[in-house]
C-alpha cells in the first residue's frame, strides 16, 4: 500500500497530455481569457495543444543527469502539533565525467529517526526525494533524451514500481496511472467529464524577470461531495515563456480521501537557464498523507540547485 504516496509526491508535468482533440477543444471553449490576452495575437488553440505535448518540463529534471550541480537539501518529518522529529540538512554535490554521474556529500546533519541503523531512509517521503536528487554509487549512459523515455510499471515491483508511477504522475499527470486504487482514471484535466469540474484562464505575468503566460486550471467552487471525489488535483498554474513557451514555474496542490489513505500536498518548482539547458533551480513540497496501517507521515522539503556545470 505504498502506491498512495506516488500522488503525494509529485512531485510534478501536469497538464502534458490529454486524450484527444476533442478533449482540448473542450477546455478551449470554457477557458477565461483575460482582456490582455484577448487582445494579444496569443492563437489559444495552438498554445493548448502545446501545453498537451508540453516535454520542456519533463526534460528539464532529465538535464539533471547529464551535469553537474551543487544541491542544498532539507527534508524535515514532523508531528501533528507541527514539530519535527526527524531531518536532514545537507550539501551534496553531483559530479558528471566520463558519460557517468556521481555524488559527495559535502555537509550534513541529521537529528531523530531519520536513518535507521543501517542508514536506510525510515521514511517514504526521504527515500523518494533521494531517487530524484542524490546519485547512489556510480550510474552510467543516462541522456536527457525525451522522446522514447515513457515510464512503464511494468514487470516492476515495490520502491522501483512506485518511483516509476511517481515519474508518471511528475511528467505525465494527465494519464492514468495503472496500479493506483480508485483514482487511475481521475487524473486527466482535459478530459470531457473531468474537465467540467474545473475552470480554466490564461493571463499574463511576469516570473523572476520573465514575461509570462500563465495557465491555470482551478477546482470549481461548491463541488458535491461526488463530485470532488471525482478529482485529484485542485489547483495547478504554470508560467510559460512568452517567447519559448518553456515552463518557468509551477505550482500545483492535490488532495484526496479514499477510506485507506488520503493526501494533502503542495508543491512549487523554479525552473532556470544554464546555458542552452533548462534546469530545476527550486523545488519545495509540502505534504501530509495517510496509509492503512502505516500511520500518516508529515513532512516538508526543499531542494535548492545551483553552481550547474557540464561534465
Avoid at 509526491?9 to 476533442?22: H, N
Avoid at 550539501?91 to 537529528?111: P, S, W
Avoid at 531519520?114 to 531512509?121: A, G, I, L, T, V
Amino acid at each position: 500500500m505504498r502506491l498512495p504516496f506516488i500522488l503525494v509526491l509529485s512531485l510534478l508535468s501536469l497538464i502534458s497530455t490529454a486524450q484527444d482533440t476533442s478533449d482540448v477543444e473542450a477546455v478551449r471553449r470554457s477557458v477565461n481569457l483575460s482582456e490582455v490576452i484577448i487582445r494579444s495575437d496569443l492563437n489559444v488553440p495552438k498554445f493548448l495543444r502545446r501545453i498537451k505535448n508540453d516535454s520542456s518540463y519533463h526534460k528539464a529534471f532529465k538535464n539533471l543527469h547529464i551535469l553537474g550541480f551543487t544541491s542544498l537539501n532539507f527534508i524535515q518529518m514532523r508531528d501533528k502539533n507541527g514539530k519535527s522529529k526527524a531531518s536532514l540538512q545537507s550539501k551534496t554535490r553531483q559530479n558528471r565525467a566520463g558519460n557517468c554521474r556521481t555524488m559527495d556529500v559535502l555537509e550534513e546533519t541529521v537529528t531523530g529517526d531519520f536513518y535507521d541503523k543501517n542508514r536506510d531512509y525510515n521514511y517514504y517521503t526521504a527515500q523518494l526525494y533521494s531517487s530524484f536528487f542524490f546519485t547512489k554509487g556510480k550510474v552510467c549512459g543516462e541522456t536527457n533524451i525525451v522522446k522514447g523515455s515513457q515510464h512503464n510499471v511494468g514487470g516492476k515491483k515495490g520502491l522501483e514500481k512506485n518511483k516509476e508511477q511517481l515519474k508518471m504522475l511528475f511528467f505525465n499527470p494527465g494519464t492514468k496511472i495503472p496500479g493506483i486504487p480508485f483514482i487511475g482514471d481521475k487524473l486527466d484535466v482535459f478530459d470531457k467529464e473531468i474537465s467540467r469540474l474545473y475552470d480554466y484562464s490564461i493571463d499574463t505575468s511576469d516570473l523572476y524577470g520573465q514575461p509570462c503566460y500563465v495557465f491555470k486550471i482551478q477546482r470549481k467552487a461548491g463541488l458535491s461531495a461526488g463530485e470532488r471525489g471525482d478529482i485529484v488535483f485542485d489547483n495547478i498554474t504554470t508560467w510559460f515563456n512568452q517567447k519559448t513557451l518553456d515552463i518557468v514555474g509551477r505550482n500545483y496542490d492535490l488532495s484526496y480521501k479514499a477510506g485507506v489513505y488520503d493526501f494533502d500536498v503542495h508543491m512549487q518548482v523554479e525552473m532556470q537557464q544554464f546555458g542552452e539547458y533548462i534546469v530545476p533551480h527550486v523545488l519545495r513540497y509540502s505534504g501530509n498523507w495517510h496509509l492503512l496501517f502505516k500511520g500518516r507521515e508529515r513532512g516538508v522539503f526543499t531542494a535548492t540547485l545551483f553552481d550547474f556545470r557540464k561534465g
